[in-house]
T-cell receptor, first 115, second 113 residues
């Protein structure tokens, strides 16, 4: 999974705190996707971003969750006032652009644990 | 609403034999399908894909078969090797340009020496 870098790899937060997850896409990739994986389930789409633009956030909860991909720097997934149900693995993926037959490449994820 | 289903949570196979992983989908708009492999504590790694205009795609030891009428696809690994032990996810999108991948819950493959 070299290329898409996520940090931190593990994050522990208490209920009510904020969690910030970072994702640096592969070099040359301008499209970023965030997915969430709950235990024993597949990955679920959350949000799709291009530089400085949110293209689709339909999979992201309306409250407490936000995402950005600034002109400079990594993409950030931010969860405010975390609750136990936010405990999951959060994966970021990137692609060079939306083209046919270009699979998304994933990072190693951030495991978020809420105490 | 689970649109992509992998009904076998686990599969055990002897080294050198064939591994067959199955995946069913319900959304008739899906036309691009992918298989990802995932080791513990790592992200999914792209393995192989197929578009709906084909019914078979082969890459080395990996072959994916698509049966559109049955809304079913399968991944064949021949011969299976110990390094193939991992979780395999089937994923699909409604258009080759669609960024929303829908994933199955995964099948854990264990290759026995």
């Amino acid at each position: 999974n070299a290329g898409v870098m996520q940090n931190p790899r593990h994050l522990v937060r208490r209920r009510g705190q904020e969690a910030r997850l970072r994702c640096s896409p592969m070099k040359g990739h301008s499209h970023v996707y965030w997915y969430r994986q709950l235990p024993e389930e597949g990955l679920k789409f959350m949000v799709y971003l291009q530089k400085e633009n949110i293209i689709d956030e339909s999979g992201m909860p309306k409250e407490r969750f936000s995402a950005e991909f600034p002109k400079e720097g990594p993409s950030i997934l931010r969860i405010q006032q975390v609750v136990r149900g936010d405990s999951a693995a959060y994966f970021c993926a990137s692609s060079p652009r939306q083209v046919v037959n270009q699979p998304q490449h994933f990072g190693d994820g951030t495991r978020l644990s809420i105490l | 609403d689970q649109q992509v289903k992998q009904n076998s949570p686990s599969l055990s196979v002897q080294e050198g034999r064939i591994s067959i992983l199955n995946c069913d989908y319900t959304n008739s708009m899906f036309d691009y399908f992918l298989w990802y492999k995932k080791y513990p504590a790592e992200g999914p790694t792209f393995l192989i894909s197929i578009s709906s205009i084909k019914d078979k795609n082969e890459d080395g030891r990996f072959t994916v078969f698509l049966n559109k009428s049955a809304k079913h696809l399968s991944l064949h690994i021949v011969p299976s090797q110990p390094g193939d032990s991992a979780v395999y996810f089937c994923a699909a999108s409604a258009d080759s340009n669609d960024y929303k991948l829908s994933f199955g819950a995964g099948t854990t493959v264990t290759v026995r020496a």
